[in-house]
Every structure is written in C-alpha cells, then in structure tokens.
C-alpha cells in the first residue's frame, strides 16, 4: 500500500488530532475521512474531514489549500460553515460548524424514524442548490458521502467537505491527481468534475431512497466511476413506493449513459421540484405545474392564423351545427374552450346539469355572440412560441413550433378516426373529444415548456451501442422521458387540467389512455367504449409516416390487441385512418398512403380496396 495513503497518525489509540479529540468515524471514501470531533479549543463538537492521502509535493500542498481556501469563502443557506483550514503533521485538514446537526449517516441509522420520500427529495434538492452554487462559483465538492452532508436542528442540509477530497488517479479520465483551484483548471475539467458531482447526488438520492447503497458500494465517489460499465436502476422493493415520475428522474440521474444524464444541478432541482410540485396534495396536484401559464396565456394557440375567417364560417345561417363540429375539431384548441366556456359558466350558475363534452350542445348553448367571444379569447397560431422563439434562437424556436404543429395534426387525426371506430353506444362528439383529450398532456408540455420538450425528445432518441458492432442503445419512452425531466406523468396533466375545466369523471378515465403493455379486454360500459376506442385511434396514429416495414408490424400488432375487444378488422382500421388523414392534412395522406417504396400502408390500403 502507498505509504501516502495511510490513517492520519492522530487516528492512533489516543485517538486525537492536533487539539482535535476524535470521538467517531462517520465516513470514509476513497479520497477522505469524516471525523465527529471535539475541539479542545474552541470547546466545540466539529465535522473534521482530512483527505485520505497526503499530498505527495509543496505543490499539491498549496493547491489543495487554494481550492479549500476559495471554497470555504462562499456563503450559501445550504453550504456548511468553515471554521478553520489547516496542516497538521504534513495532513490537510477542513474544521466544518456542527452545531448540533446529524449527519445523514447517523440520520438514516435505525435508531431514528424513517424519512419519508417527499423529505427524501427535499433534502436532495437543497444539496443540489448548494452544488450548484459551487458549480457556478467555479469549484466542485468532487467526494459527496453521508457523512459529510448534515442536517441541522430545523431539517434542513448543511454540506461540507466542499473540495477536501485529493482525487485518486482516474483511469483515462479527466481530474486525475492534485485538485485545482478555481480559476486555474480548465473549464472541461470543472464541468466534468461538476456533472460528477450531480451524478454522485444521483446515488445518494438511490441510496436514501432504496435503503442500501448502488451497486453495493457505500463510497458514493467510487460508484460513480463505476456508472456506465455497470448498470444503476432503483430496485422495484423500496422501504416505502416510489411513483413512477420520481423513479425516471433517479434512473436518469444514474443512467449508464452521460448523455442521458442530469449535466447540471439546475436541471435535476427543476425535476425534483416539478416533481414536489405534482405530487402536493395542497397546491392542485399536477395542475401547480402549468396554472399560471393557463390563466396568463391560455392553454394553447388555435391552428388558425386570423380568428377572422373562423369567426365568418360560424356566421354563415346556412351551415348546420354538424358542419360547424367538423370545423372546430379540425382546431383542438377551440374545441377545448368550447367545452370549457360551457362547462365554466355552468358552474357558474348553479345548474343542475351535468357537464358537456358535446361540441354541438356547446354551441347551441354559446350561440354566435358565444362562439365570437370563445374565438377572441384564443391566440392565432403559433401563440407564445412566437415570442419564445426569439429567445431560443430561430433554429430551436422553429423546431419547437412544427414540433406542436405535428402534434395538433395527430391530435385532429385520431380525434376523426375515433369517429369512424365508434360503436352505437357511445357519441361520436365524445369519441372524437376523447381521442383528441388523450394527447392533451404532450400538447400541453410542448406549449409551454419548448425547452424542456427538446431535451425530451433527446432523451427517446436511440444511444450508440455499447459494443462494436452492436446494436443502438434504446432511448427512453416518451413517458419516462417527461417523467425525468419535468417530474410529471402526461397522463397526470391531461387529468388534472381536464377535471379543473369541469370534464365529467368518466370522460377523464376515457382520456387516459390503455396501457400498450397490456392486452385490452372487452367493454362492459359506454365509458369503457369510450377509453377503447380512443386508444384504438391513437394507437393507430402511431403508423402515419413510418417506415414501410415497420407499418406492417405494427399493423399486425394492433390487429392482435384490438381485433377482439373492439370488434374491428383491417379493413376498418386503414379506412377510418384513410378518412380521418385526407381531412386533416392532404399532404400527409399523400406521403401516408399514396406514394411508399415498400409495402406498407398504402399497399394495405390498396389491397383492401381490392377487395
């Protein structure tokens, strides 16, 4: 063993250091010590950390010193106070205030009550602020363990140890050697040792969370350098549930991939306390995350450019009110505040009715000097994503604009081919509402959270494989992905925002859509039609503008899930996609159905039209 890296010779039977009198290890890791100690000086009990090795030259000396000197001069809430910096018998050493807190070794003993997941995750958003300070002052803390984040008499973090630890060699890997100081390393060398931080946050929230540590390794600064080639996922037995939205964003937080990964603190505090946010039984639930931008902004933009035209088509006295349904689900938008306007003033006024999720009842309700003030109320297209895009940049700002735009024509597309698959017992405006409904919650996110949704959609893109040769490491799905990035399920939104504009209870069970990995069962109930059909319809929206082959398979795989319980065949399907794709968009139809190199949809369709 290198002579370097030794006990400090204070850690001898008389157990003292320097005027330090050593009462207990609290922690150890590769690269220090976290000592509980009384200081005969001041008569004070102490958080002690020494770094594990000595440094081998005058100049590690003074490095290590610089960097703890700068480190010990920022002031933070959540950053422990330095008492001293100093070297005793050639060991660096950090004197950190304890002032009676625990830290969250000692906490999480048996001996004390189990933390709840919300304190969990609170607890980790306020180490998270404290690195992120750091981070943004240049430096990294680079050995997070137990023993050096505390928890003071109020409950809330205090971190020390900020930059004690002298970094073991890393092979192949930046940070290598003697730490430096802020300002002298390269800004490449402080990112990585930052994102090393948040991905050593990453496997203390696993380990708080699954009650024993990731890969079975207690030294958070050892797992961390094991992340990638080993695979770190929250086991499903917890002490205590963990919603699914939480376990996206710890997986990802310690996902084998660093581009998957958390790269900064912010961004993990911004899912962590969506997440906080959604899960709050006093702030609305899911509805906190996005209420604001509902009464500032309104909910989303219509299709339409100039309100002017659509406001003169509903003027017309010979169009009947079926043509004017047709108009308005072509503009999800309107159709929702509609629905919305009708249900709100019934609230209102204190009727006894139930609530509508029928357009044309709506607009028999609303008449025309309804519809023109419903139709003032909305943006044109693209709404605030018009404004977004000048602080994105005109690349970013644009994708986010035809990336809502996509979604609006899939929304319009399933809501029409729900049309067509709906049994005689359920309405064909609820079905198509319904349909549309259960992309509310993605529509939502990409119209009001454009940044956000960019790093969604990286994260559901395929990774390069982990062998030569190999196949594409698979992206997240779309649901994990807004899990660990806005700490909310889709689904979670949709319900939240529909109950809030006053949609009936079966019609939101309707827009939650059924589950892909589980085979769906006959209906018993029109709501249970309702729910059927809408997956069926947006299930079947998945094929538009998929490679050939892949449009057979899928097919195949639709027909196999829903040719029993929705009484449907393969002819219905590609007809009422046929149908409901023409009406929406005929550029879409053309590269869906009419032109295809390979078999596929539209070799589909032509052969049932053979037929």
């Not at 961004?267 to 906080?276: E, F, G, H, R, V």
Request: proline share 7%; hydrophobic share 40%; charged share 20%.
């Amino acid at each position: 063993m290198d002579s370097a890296d030794v006990m400090p010779p204070s850690a001898s039977p008389a157990r003292r250091f320097g005027r330090f009198e050593l009462r207990q290890l609290l922690g150890k890791s590769s690269v220090s010590y976290a000592w509980l100690a009384h200081d005969t000086a001041s008569q004070a009990e102490v958080l002690l950390c020494v770094p594990r090795a000595q440094p081998k030259s005058e100049q590690d000396k003074d490095a290590w010193s610089q960097e703890v000197l700068l480190a010990s001069r920022l002031k933070h809430p959540r950053l422990a106070q330095v008492l001293d910096i100093g070297i005793h018998e050639g060991w660096p050493y950090a004197v950190y205030e304890r002032g009676g807190a625990l830290s969250l070794h000692e906490r999480m003993q048996p001996s004390h009550p189990l933390p709840t997941v919300v304190d969990i995750v609170n607890w980790t958003i306020e180490l998270l602020e404290a690195l992120a300070y750091a981070h943004e002052a240049g430096t990294a803390h680079k050995d997070l363990e137990l023993a050096n984040v505390m928890l003071d008499s109020a409950g809330h973090i205090k971190v020390a140890g900020l930059a004690v630890g002298l970094a073991l060699p890393r092979p192949g890997g930046l940070g290598a050697g003697a730490p430096t100081a802020p300002g002298t390393g390269s800004r490449q060398e402080q990112r990585v040792a930052a994102e090393r931080d948040v991905l050593m946050a990453g496997l203390l929230l696993h380990r708080l969370l699954a009650g024993h540590p990731a890969l079975d390794d207690p030294d958070l600064a050892s797992a961390s350098l094991r992340v990638g080639p080993e695979i770190v996922r929250l086991p499903w037995s917890t002490p205590q549930p963990v919603a699914e939205t939480l376990r996206s964003i710890v997986n990802r937080a310690t996902d084998r991939q660093s581009r998957q990964r958390y790269l900064n603190a912010r961004t993990l505090i911004s899912a962590l306390q969506n997440w906080i946010k959604t899960n709050s039984q006093e702030d609305s639930g899911p509805l906190a995350l996005i209420m604001d931008r509902l009464e500032s902004v309104g909910h989303l933009p219509s299709r339409a450019r100039d309100m002017g035209g659509i406001l003169k088509v509903f003027t017309r006295e010979e169009l009947r009110v079926d043509d004017m349904v047709s108009q308005i689900v072509l503009d999800p938008a309107l159709a929702w505040e509609l629905l919305r306007a009708v249900n709100t003033a019934r609230y209102q006024m204190g009727g006894n009715e139930d609530p509508s999720c029928s357009l044309g009842r709506a607009i028999v309700l609303l008449g025309q000097q309804g519809l023109r003030k419903v139709c003032g109320t909305l943006r044109t297209w693209p709404g605030v994503l018009q404004a977004s895009s000048s602080l994105q940049g005109a690349q970013a700002g644009e994708a986010a604009v035809t990336a809502l735009e996509t979604e609006l024509k899939v929304a319009c597309v399933a809501a029409l081919a729900a049309r067509w698959l709906r049994p005689f017992n359920i309405g064909d405006e609820e079905a198509m509402m319904a349909a549309m409904s259960q992309r509310l919650g993605r529509l939502l996110i990409l119209y009001h959270f454009p940044e956000e949704s960019a790093q969604i959609n990286r994260l559901t893109m395929p990774g390069p494989p982990t062998e030569a040769e190999g196949k594409p490491t698979p992206g997240m799905t779309m649901d994990a992905a807004t899990g660990a990035v806005l700490g909310i399920h889709p689904d979670e939104l949709t319900a939240a925002v529909l109950r809030y504009w006053g949609f009936p209870e079966y019609f939101i069970q309707a827009a939650r859509p059924l589950s892909v990995n589980v085979s769906p069962r006959r209906p018993e109930s029109p709501g249970d039609w309702l729910r059927l059909t809408a997956s069926l319809a947006n299930e079947l929206c998945e094929l538009i503008e998929q490679p050939s082959v892949r449009q057979n398979l899928m097919l195949t795989k639709l027909m196999s899930r829903y040719a029993r319980p929705a009484l449907t065949s393969q002819k219905e399907l590609l007809e009422s996609l046929q149908r409901a794709v023409r009406a929406v968009d005929a550029g879409l139809y053309r590269r869906t159905f009419a032109s295809a190199p390979e078999p596929g949809l539209a070799a589909a369709a032509a052969s049932q039209g053979q037929r």
